[in-house]
């Protein structure tokens, strides 16, 4: 069984029933439809007694999910009115929490390209896989965007400063940084996956596991735990970049170098977000603030800027505006964050609101 055009394929074996993201040409970014055929896939299999664990995966060889359909939103931004993104935000963060609250197992395979909406779609299930290829990372400051799909709430939990040092700068991890994270709870090596999904159609979670889970390849952040905890404990972004300068260190000027290339704006905007994410008691309420966060960047001018330099026109030389730190105010953060009125995602409200127009 497959959705209509393909991009989401499903089958069902033994126990365990697949997800496979089909775009491997796109890196399996997600669209709208993709999204959809998800929440449908998830809500079918939720009722379904023969269906025990779910599985979702990527289909090719380079990754999961490189994220979402990027230059859709991009176009959307620069010659539509918001409303496509916003519907495609409005199903794809109601998914990331449906994920997070689905009554069945629900394993992720992070091998490869792990980024973005593919962090949303895998972060927030219960038995999260990483290999040794995994390259995990929210790498939207990058674009003038800032971490959505529920990231601001993974990485507000990471310990110390490692979940600021991720979102600010974008950096990709592998899996023992992951695990170190709380972006992902088990090791399995590459070349095991076959068996461990194989396996998986026979067995409990924790049975297959077990014949494959292996002890992950040493990370980086644990050693730089020192200097990121103090550096980016920091009241501001711009004390955060003094700090890693002021450090001496190599890799701390070459992050605060890397800093420096960042939206400004999306730089303070996720700051403020990942710190009001700490102080929300819910998935759902950061979701919430991360839906008005999302509408609010649509209409900033770094996220079409930002992805015409890094995507469309691949010349890696965005002109953010403003185009420095001191120029974006305290007043130009609070912005991003106004409620939206009937328009709020409202996963935290005690009632449904209208979805956006489609």
Not at 251 to 269: D, F, H
């Amino acid at each position: 069984m497959s959705s209509p055009d393909d991009t989401v394929l499903l089958h069902t074996t033994g126990r365990a029933a697949h997800l496979t993201l089909n775009r491997p040409k796109a890196l399996n970014a997600l669209t709208h439809t993709m999204v959809l055929r998800i929440g449908e896939a998830l809500d079918a299999w939720e009722t379904d007694p023969a269906v025990e664990t779910v599985v979702i995966s990527g289909a090719g060889e380079r990754g999961l999910c490189a994220g979402g359909d990027i230059r859709a939103v991009h176009d959307d931004a620069r010659d539509g009115d918001g409303s496509a993104s916003a519907a495609f935000w409005y199903d794809e963060y109601r998914l990331n929490a449906r994920i997070a609250r689905y009554p069945k197992p629900y394993v992720a395979l992070m091998d490869g390209i792990v980024m973005g909406g593919g962090v949303g779609i895998s972060g927030h299930g219960s038995v999260r896989v990483v290999t040794e290829r995994s390259r995990v990372a929210m790498p939207e400051t990058g674009i003038g965007f800032v971490p959505d799909v529920g990231g601001t709430w993974l990485l507000g939990r990471a310990p110390g400063g490692l979940g600021t040092h991720l979102a600010l700068t974008g950096a990709q991890i592998g899996a023992g940084d992951a695990l170190l994270c709380g972006l992902a709870d088990h090791c399995v090596p590459s070349a095991a996956l076959g068996a461990f999904v194989a396996d998986l159609a026979a067995m409990p979670v924790q049975d297959a596991l077990a014949r494959h889970e292996r002890t992950p390849p040493e990370g980086e952040l644990a050693a730089r735990r020192e200097w990121i905890d103090a550096c980016y404990a920091g009241g501001s972004v711009e004390e955060i970049v003094e700090r890693l300068l002021a450090h001496g260190g190599t890799v701390a000027k070459e992050t605060a170098e890397t800093l420096l290339t960042r939206s400004p704006t999306a730089l303070k905007v996720t700051l403020e977000a990942l710190r009001r994410a700490r102080r929300l008691g819910s998935l759902e309420a950061v979701l919430d603030q991360e839906y008005r966060v999302s509408l609010a960047a649509l209409r900033a001018p770094d996220l079409v800027e930002g992805v015409r330099a890094q995507i469309i026109d691949k010349d890696r030389a965005p002109r953010w505006s403003p185009a420095g730190l001191a120029e974006v105010t305290d007043a130009d953060v609070a912005g991003f964050f106004a409620p939206l009125g009937d328009r709020e995602l409202g996963l935290a409200a005690p009632h449904p609101l209208t979805p956006p127009a489609r």
